[in-house]
């Protein structure tokens, strides 16, 4: 290798030497106040989509990588949903479940013909809710019904699965987040069961309903009660047989191990909610004179109300969303756009590609639920961005609307806290993640610059069948030094 003598270069005059360093820390941070490091995954085979622009600047573009080409965004689907959902409902709406029936109530507290649950769509009905129905039907003067219980699922469900998940889930399952969909669903579509140890080792634990002394659905327990501080290590699914759902749990839990609470989707959202609402009823003491059934038709006409409970509101609804990413949650509160009754999952996808197709430069955008579970979802970022800028311009939505963000520093999601200071603390985002059949890792937000401006942004990143398994910190790292360098230029 040939030697260079530097001595024998020419150099520079002292002034030009000073101006040039000068020059350079004047224009380094804004010269990197780019996406540099993030586009180094296209080395690997990923497909990119990106942009980060300031609001309310003639020169908004900071930054991007093909930022209208069309890619999946996972769950940064529940952004378009969030801000649909506010737009057509506003922040405090609620939606209210009932008990009703066309049937009188005698003097000895007999409600001569079915009660009647009328499903109201509420994406986070619980057993507590469930309860006070139950106790404002006492209020009412029941203490008997004469028929039976009858749930109707009227304004939608059973939802036709479309992902994968969801379907093989109908039969077998070992997660709760595969859970069918119903108007008419309660505790997120998913059986919740509780496992205790024995008092001795060798004792087969002690396993019952969440909501109840006794199990609601069958189980197989195949739990072992080991001795102290042996470790607990528990598996559990949901099968699904002729006589309907089993919860199958099975390995090991310490004689001073605390109870633990294990929850795995239903086979049918609103038969769950039948057998759980029948059985809190028979609990409070009201017999009931037949057994519990489901129905897609409407409650009949002329039928009263006896009790009814609102739904949180719609801006505490999309925290449990947002934050948590719940997809049971968010593909109900999509249903709900749906004006027409029975809906079904590509109707709601249909209501959010609407909203979308109203906002000026949009651009393409094809949504097939409101969960982001499926990669058929495509949208850029630039339209991401559009509808983020649109909901910052909108004085009585927008504080709905980020409040469902996460800031790094203080999110519910561990893997997000990272990065600098600035980025920790300068952002508020909301992520996407799936696996299959390709990996998509998928991050859009607000940003405040250094000067209090601010700004919004949207990655997403696209694998297809030949490419590795995405960590997120391949992602979130380069993109937190690429955020940070432009929230420090401007």
């Known amino acids: 290798m040939q030697r260079v003598n530097n001595a024998l270069l020419p150099r520079r005059p002292r002034w030009m030497v000073a101006s040039l360093a000068a020059l350079t820390l004047l224009v380094s941070p804004a010269a990197m106040a780019d996406f540099s490091r993030l586009a180094a995954l296209q080395e690997s085979g990923f497909a990119i989509s990106a942009e980060a622009r300031l609001l309310n600047s003639p020169k908004a573009t900071l930054a991007s990588i093909n930022p209208r080409e069309m890619r999946s965004p996972a769950s940064v689907t529940k952004a378009y949903l969030a801000a649909a959902a506010l737009n057509r409902f506003g922040p405090q709406h609620r939606f209210t479940t009932e008990l009703v029936s066309r049937g009188d109530i005698d003097a000895n507290g007999v409600l001569q013909g079915d009660l009647v649950f009328n499903g109201g769509g509420d994406p986070g009905l619980t057993s507590e809710n469930l309860w006070r129905l139950v106790q404002r039907l006492q209020q009412a003067g029941v203490r008997e019904v004469a028929g039976g219980l009858v749930v109707s699922q009227w304004r939608f469900g059973p939802v036709a699965c479309i992902t994968t998940d969801r379907c093989e889930a109908l039969d077998r399952v070992a997660n709760s987040y595969s859970a069918p969909l119903s108007s008419a669903g309660v505790n997120f579509g998913s059986w919740c069961v509780n496992v205790a140890p024995a008092v001795a080792p060798g004792e087969p634990a002690l396993i019952t309903h969440c909501d109840g002394p006794s199990s609601l659905t069958r189980v197989d327990n195949r739990v072992t009660t080991r001795p102290d501080n042996s470790g607990t290590e528990l598996n559990a699914e949901r099968i699904t047989d002729e006589r309907g759902d089993i919860m199958r749990i099975s390995g090991q839990i310490s004689t001073n191990a605390w109870p633990r609470d294990v929850y795995r989707a239903a ?14 009823l028979i609990r409070s003491g009201i017999a009931m004179g037949a057994e519990p059934r489901v129905t897609t038709e409407p409650p009949p006409q002329g039928a009263s109300r006896l009790a009814a409970v609102d739904s949180k509101p719609v801006q505490e609804i999309l925290l449990r969303v947002m934050n948590y990413s719940n997809n049971y ?8 756009l749906v004006e027409t009754p029975k809906a079904q999952l590509r109707q709601a996808g249909e209501a959010l590609e609407a909203y979308a197709n109203s906002l000026p430069d949009h651009g393409p955008i094809t949504l097939e639920s409101g969960s982001g579970l499926t990669t058929e979802n495509r949208t850029s970022a630039h339209g991401v961005n559009v509808m983020l800028e649109s909901m910052f311009h909108q004085a009585s939505l927008f504080p709905s609307f980020v409040a469902a963000f996460q800031s790094p520093a203080n999110g519910v999601m561990r893997f997000i806290r990272r990065g600098s200071e600035t980025f920790q603390h300068n952002v508020m985002l909301k992520t996407g993640t799936l696996n299959q059949p390709f990996a998509v890792r998928a991050v859009a937000g607000y940003f405040r610059t250094e000067s209090g401006r601010w700004g919004v942004f949207s990655v997403l ?9 995405l960590n997120w910190t391949k992602v979130l790292e380069p993109l937190a030094q690429d955020l940070d360098a432009m929230i420090q230029a401007h």
């Open 267 to 280: 086979s049918d959202s609103a038969a769950q909610t039948a057998q759980t609402l029948h059985a809190m």
């Open 461 to 469: 990143v696209n694998g297809d069948s030949r490419t590795p398994y």
């Open 329 to 336: 949650m968010a593909d109900v509160l999509a249903l709900n």
